[in-house]
């Protein structure tokens, strides 16, 4: 029985309720996370709770079929491509809507890491004509 909430039993409560979610995620086929908890000496608060469909695209996917829907600013870039760089093999996989700089998304298709580029690399990198493809 807890009867103070410390960092070490917000691991524990944590893990207990993400363990009680399991079965609920395999009945009705969602994904869902916990987000980020406060808490002090008698209680424990989580910001936001989410529950997906499994598979569903993530929201920057969703941005990015938004931004390819609606705009024509991006028409000589190919967003199919696989440009190489430096070892890496990089393809554009999101867009993110609320970033003023660095709003694409790249996935090194080799290593499946995440980074984010600005439009100016973006031209640079997938424009039809330079963007090198395999």
Same mark, same amino acid.
């Given at each position: 029985m807890i !009867? =103070?909430?410390d960092k070490n039993e917000c691991r524990i409560i944590r893990d207990a309720i993400v363990n009680a979610l399991k079965d609920v995620e395999n009945t009705l086929g969602l994904e869902i996370n916990l987000g &980020? /908890?406060?808490f002090d000496e008698d $209680? +424990?608060?989580f910001n936001k709770v &989410? $529950?997906?469909v499994r598979g569903a695209k993530s929201q920057e996917q969703k941005d990015l079929d938004w931004v390819l829907t609606t705009t024509h600013a991006y028409d000589n870039v190919d967003f199919d491509k696989v440009f &190489?760089?430096?070892g890496k093999k990089f393809k554009v996989s /999101?867009?993110?809507m609320k970033a003023r700089t660095n709003r694409w998304n790249v996935v090194d298709t080799l290593t499946n890491k995440q980074y984010r580029i600005n439009d100016d !690399? +973006? =031209?640079a990198w997938? !424009? =039809?004509d330079k963007a090198s493809c395999e």
């Open positions: !009867t =103070k909430i &980020s /908890g406060r $209680c +424990l608060t &989410s $529950c997906k &190489s760089y430096q /999101g867009f993110n !690399t +973006l =031209k997938f !424009t =039809k």
